[in-house]
């Protein structure tokens, strides 16, 4: 395990942006792409460049785009990691990725359950 990711978690850890997490959780314990998201969305410059020093950058981008792209609360925070860091015209990826938009399934997934289509009987 990488110090700058292990100190990286910490830091993280001990601003309680793992607070639905046990407070003894290492970074063993939680998924990668949970603390990605993490210092994306709440973590400084060099926080991120420790994110690129330790993972590959498609491993990256793929998270941001999963995760964080399609919400709008994160609007200004994507607008930056696409220039800064990823070098993609976000509202062109918005538009080719529209499949990865989680609002959009969930809206899906809860207009099939009103319309009984998804419902199983016993």
Known sequence: MDSKLAGL????KSKNFFWSYAK????????SAILV?????????????VLFNCYDKLYLREVW???????????????YLAKIFFDTNLERLKQERKGDDRGNKLRMLASRDAAGTDKTFG
Do not use: A, C, P
């Open 37 to 49: 998201e993490t210092v994306l969305k709440y973590g400084d410059v060099e926080d991120i460049k």
């Open 65 to 79: 785009i999963k995760r964080l792209v399609f919400d709008d609360r994160f609007r200004k925070l994507n607008f």
């Open 24 to 31: 003894e959780i290492s970074l063993d314990e939680i998924d």
């Open 9 to 12: 978690f910490e830091k993280m």
